[in-house]
């Protein structure tokens, strides 16, 4: 079954300090990918999707992500955070089903 | 305004009280889905529906019930609620599909079983 897996589950950086959170999938077809990022008390909402194209995508409030087929990954990149960016952020996958696969989270806390 | 809207926002209840979870989504998006959030788990799918009278299982769907009677409504159904069921839900809704484009969410459903 496919698997999505965010390695870090809890990041604390300092204003303007980069961020990069890793996502790994395991499917080796072809692939959706999205990151949704989830403020506190707040619902999901899509930062950014790739679905083919150039390999970099950007999002929105300046963040990025990076498809890299041969590692099956698409991290997460912002080169200054901010204490707004503070949030639980999820990278998603979908394969040729109709299903969206889910990590489990990472907790970014900015510290001002 | 486009929203998903789920009722009710918080919810306590006892084992094997039945309750319903109500989404409406404004739309006119084919597809609407329910996830479950726990911590350390991420989101999981419980069920889905692709088009109305059309619903399939999910991750997760063990002990809930969906209908797709109408396009704009997805309620979710806890025939029997048991405290692993506790629980933080979202309804979400999308044009075609959650792999072809963006996902509307819910403001989320805060669900405890006593």
């Known amino acids: 079954a496919q698997s999505v897996s965010q390695h870090n589950h809890h990041v604390i950086l300092s204003e303007a300090a980069s961020l990069e959170l890793g996502c790994n999938y395991s499917?080796?077809?072809?692939?959706?990918l999205f990151w949704y990022v989830q403020y506190p008390g707040q619902h999901l909402q899509l930062l950014l999707k790739?679905?083919?194209?150039?390999?970099l995508v950007k999002g929105i409030k300046g963040f990025e992500a990076e498809f890299i087929k041969s590692k099956f990954s698409f991290n997460l990149r912002k080169p200054s955070v901010q204490w707004s960016d503070t949030a639980e952020y999820f990278c998603?996958?979908?394969?040729?089903?109709?299903?969206?696969?889910f990590g489990s989270g990472t907790r970014l806390l900015v510290r001002p | 305004e486009a929203q998903v809207t789920q009722n009710p926002r918080y919810l306590i209840t006892v084992t094997g009280k039945k309750l319903t979870v109500t989404c409406s989504q404004n739309?006119?998006?084919?597809?609407m889905s329910w996830y479950r959030q726990d911590p350390g788990l991420g989101l999981r799918q419980i069920y889905y529906?692709?088009?109305?009278?059309?619903?399939d299982k999910g991750d997760v769907p063990e002990g809930y019930k969906v209908s797709r009677k109408e396009k704009r409504n997805f309620p979710l159904i806890l025939e029997s609620p048991s405290p692993n069921q506790t629980s933080l839900y979202f309804c979400?809704?999308?044009?075609?599909?959650?792999?072809?484009?963006?996902?509307?969410f819910g403001e989320g459903s805060r669900l405890t079983v006593l």
């Open positions: 790739y679905f083919s194209g150039d390999p």
């Open positions: 998603a996958v979908a394969d040729s089903s109709y299903k969206l696969i």
């Open positions: 979400a809704s999308s044009k075609q599909g959650a792999h072809t484009g963006e996902l509307f």
């Open positions: 739309m006119n998006h084919e597809y």
């Open positions: 499917y080796g077809g072809t692939v959706n």
């Open positions: 529906s692709m088009n109305v009278e059309v619903t």
